[in-house]
């Protein structure tokens, strides 16, 4: 018989942890125990798993015994403060936040990019930054082909990548922006019905946000290219769960949009959606659900005099490749 593991959920309750556990169902994952650890507040209640319901429990120091595979959703402060108690259990620790990414001896790993560096592993492997993974299915295989050279994005993120509650908050600021009723932002720092917020996690003394410094630094990490430049700019938009980005990309050797679509059209993870006469580009709506990432707008970079530059847009499901579904990919390379 194949080998079962006993995975174990923390957070089980959230946009991610949801998605963690259907997609541990989806893709047939060998579970022999599941367990969901969330709050106290959560403690009781039950979710479903293969038509089943597992009442979730309250996380604590022990709830790691005898568990192989804990897939960590719980936000940084909460890793942080349990890595010790599950790594000491003897479980693999996967971890959602953005905790222990930068750390040298925690492989930060996107399974179509840097499966090797799973193999480092002791004990606890990093899931990365949602809107990086992203971009790095779609980047890491043209990299392979022509050698990158400097990476420019702006984004267009999601409200699930502040949670379930960001989700909740843009539908209800919705209706009662429609409503004509007054409205509180909490999870996001203005308004973002109707508006975006060029502003994602704490600005830094460079003017830049960490999110943006996590896209610099886990590129450069995942790709194996620590003196890569890479600049951009984050924003939150008012669509639901995929984020979107606009990719300018540079190379050391010469790439026209037709190679490009080829090499993407036979990698893993992408899905080109390209065609501007038909109307066909990736869109967070069409990506929203999918596992693969939509990347589309492929063309030649004219701001240039060579053929070493190109222009992308990618869409991807934030709740799933950039984050459930490859905390459980990294589960199966496990
Ligand atoms: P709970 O629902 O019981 O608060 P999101 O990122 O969508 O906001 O989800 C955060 C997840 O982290 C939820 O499952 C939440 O559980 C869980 N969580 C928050 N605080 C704790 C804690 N102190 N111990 C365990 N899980 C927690």
Do not use: W
């Amino acid at each position: 018989m194949a080998k079962e593991f006993n995975v174990a959920v923390a957070g089980a309750t959230g946009a991610v942890g949801v998605e963690m556990i259907k997609t541990l169902e989806k893709r047939n994952f060998p579970v022999k125990n599941l367990k969901l650890l969330a709050s106290a507040r959560s403690a009781g209640k039950t979710l479903e798993y293969k038509g089943e319901k597992i009442v979730i429990e309250e996380m604590t120091y022990d709830s790691f015994k005898g568990v192989d595979i804990a897939l960590f959703s719980a936000g940084g402060s909460i890793s942080k403060e349990y890595r010790k108690y599950v790594v000491d259990s003897g479980a693999v620790m996967i971890d959602n936040s953005s905790a222990f990414r930068m750390e040298e001896d925690v492989p930060l790993v996107v399974p179509e990019v840097n499966p090797e560096d799973i193999k480092l592993h002791k004990g606890v492997i990093a899931n990365p930054n949602c809107t990086t993974a992203i971009m790095l299915v779609a980047v890491a295989p043209l990299h392979r082909a022509k050698k990158l050279r400097r990476l420019v994005a702006a984004t267009y993120q999601a409200a699930s990548g502040a949670g379930a509650k960001g989700m909740a908050e843009l539908i209800e600021q919705t209706r009662q922006i429609l409503n004509g009723e007054a409205i509180e932002p909490k999870a996001f720092a203005h308004r973002i019905a109707f508006n975006l917020i060029p502003h994602i996690d704490s600005f830094t003394d460079n003017g830049y946000t960490k999110e943006e410094l996590k896209m610099l630094n886990e590129s450069r990490k995942m790709l194996h290219l620590p003196d890569l430049p890479v600049s951009c700019t984050c924003v939150r938009i008012p669509a639901l769960r995929a984020h979107s980005e606009s990719l300018n990309l540079e190379f050391e050797e010469e790439i026209t949009p037709e190679e490009a679509r080829a090499i993407l059209a036979a990698a893993p993870g992408v899905t080109v959606a390209d065609d501007p006469d038909a109307k066909l580009y990736p869109m967070p709506v069409d990506a929203t659900e999918k596992y693969d990432v939509l990347a589309g707008r492929i063309r030649q970079d004219i701001s240039r005099n060579d053929k070493r530059g190109l222009e992308m847009f990618v869409s991807g499901d934030q709740l799933l490749k950039g984050a459930a579904l490859n905390a459980v990919q990294i589960a199966e390379l496990l």
